[in-house]
Each structure stands twice: as structure tokens, then as C-alpha cells.
């Protein structure tokens, strides 16, 4: 069970005491009126026990009145902490929301950016893409293909032949482009 049903069956345990303990205590004024009668044909000995106990039920009252205070306050304390849990499930989905949308932008920027350099690199361009070997074809995107290890280009110029040694590359990163 749950403590919010555990709470409810308290409180109405309580609220049945309660009105238990009004009846005894009208029962109980009765019975003392009768005794206080019959007092004075008994000898004292015999009632000196039985009053002590009945001034007790005062003090037995005022327990189940602060215990059911103290339900009624852990049953609002449920409350207030259910809300807020339901407040941060609210609060974690817009924010896992919130991520998503700046992903997608950053993929979309990736893609781009991924696009602008393939194209910069077939068209013969010396910008930031991916140098190619020569005589092959270029690398596009999503194969995943890295570029042999320290494969040489040879150009030759007026004043002699210069050698471009490229290193191993990475891994390409692929991309998936819709």
C-alpha cells in the first residue's frame, strides 16, 4: 500500500477512537456520578483506585489529537512532494526537448559544413576538405573510407619535381544526409 492510502486508513482509525473515547467519556461521567453514590456506602479503600485511572483520559485525548495532527501533516507533505515530482518530470522532458532541437541543429550545421567541403574539394579547390590522392576519385560522404597510409603526390614545377608525402587520416566521420 501505498502511504497516502496507509495515511487514510489512519485517519479514520483515529476518528473512530476519537468518537469511541467521547462515548466512553460520557459513560465514564455516568458511571462516576453512580460510583459517587455508591460512595458513600462502600468503604474508601475500594474507589481510591478507580479514579486515579479515570482523570487519566484527559491526557489519553489530547495523544490521539496530536497523532492525528501529526497524519494530517505527513499526508499534506505527500502531497507537496508528489506535485513536485511532477513539476521535475515536466521540467526534465522540456529540457530533453531542448537538447534534441540543438542537436538537430548542430547535425544540420555538421552537414553543411560536410557538404561545403566535398564540393570545395571536387571542384579543385585548395579549401579545408579532405585532400585527395591523386588519380583518385573523391572521398564522399558516408563511406567511412580513410586514405592509404603515407601515399605520395608528385607535381612537377619549372624548377623540378616537389614530393607531398599526406600521413594516415583519420577515419572520415559519416553522416547521415536526408
Known sequence: MDLQAITTQALTTIDTLSA???DLQTQQTTLLTSLRLTQQALPPPA???ITPILTQLPHYEQKLARLKQQMTSASQQVENLK?????AKVR???NLE???EVRGREREADRTVLRARVVTV??????TGTPERVGSP???IGEGAASPVGSMETSTTEMGSVRKITRKKKK???VVMD
Open 92 to 94: 526534465r522532458g522540456r
Open 122 to 127: 571536387r571542384e579543385g579547390g585548395s579549401g
Open 98 to 100: 531542448r537538447i534534441k
Open 20 to 22: 469511541q473515547l467521547q
Open 83 to 87: 506535485r513536485r515530482s511532477e513539476q
Open 47 to 49: 474507589t481510591a483506585q
Open 138 to 140: 573523391a572521398l564522399s
Open 172 to 174: 572520415v566521420r559519416q
